[in-house]
């Protein structure tokens, strides 16, 4: 008689169970962030920009982690990992042929349909060039939906910058203007110099058509923000990437939970209109 066995279906649907994902290339981009293009071993992963995965060192623990790639680069994903604790410290060991697990997509996405024909503009603060190269790369791989593209980009200084030969590369492009800026230069910056806000100064805004994407630690987030209102782009076109300890990643164990809203699930991606109320409460 055959036998069914009814856990291994049930597994390997389950949303606790991961994945196995194989790396096909590791780069470290500076001394704390790490580069990974990684490939699901059995299905590709299906994702959209905004959306995070649980990685899994196993034998070490899980850490969540934006995927910085685009689903118009293909089958395989990438992530930007800073290495913090004891997941994100051992992934700095990983490279070409490792495993690892994989759970998720999780969380909601940009909203690159509503943005449209609008004009956008990406401020991108240190690690928050991760999430935000996702959406960047899927609109300039769409550029004839978007309107004027604009990217600001902010390190604290040049060897803290992430994705150095893209932002050359998208300097060069004449159908979006990017910025770099950094708070301390070395001797060899001949760019910018300053707190990324600085850089509003010299861009052109049409905010009533703009949708603001920032992304970055929360003082450079405050104060952007700020920028951001005084000239006039409103608050629910303000959009923005939340990153709260989380554990399931399924709206479950609370562990993300902001006054009731489970933000694995309802975010990471949130307007500041949304955020503004999550914060007061109202
Ligand atoms: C939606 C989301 C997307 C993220 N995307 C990225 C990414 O693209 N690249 C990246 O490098 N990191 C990202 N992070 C942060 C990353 O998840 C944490 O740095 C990681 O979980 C730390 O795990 P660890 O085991 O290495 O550190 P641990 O040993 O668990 O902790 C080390 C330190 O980091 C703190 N920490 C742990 N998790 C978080 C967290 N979620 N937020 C703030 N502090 C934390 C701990 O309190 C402790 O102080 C993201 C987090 C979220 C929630
Ligand atoms: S991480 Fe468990 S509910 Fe959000």
Known sequence: MTQIDIHKGAEAESPYVPKMARILSAEQMTETERFFRIEMEEAPLAYQPGQFVGVTVFGVGEAPISICSSPTQGDAFELTVRSVGLVTNKLKEFGEGDRLGIRGPFGNTFPYEEMKGKDVLFVAGGLGL?????????????????????????????????FRDELEAWTGRDDVETLVTVDRPDKAWSGNVGVITRLFAKIQLDAAATYAVIVGPPVMFKFTVLEALAEGVPENRIICSLERHMKCGVGKCGHCQIRGVYVCREGPVFTYEQVKRLREGI
């Open 130 to 162: 991760a999430p935000t190269r996702s959406l960047i790369r899927y609109v300039l791989d769409n550029r004839g939906d978007y309107h004027k593209v604009t990217i600001l980009v902010g390190a604290r200084d040049p060897s803290l910058l992430l």
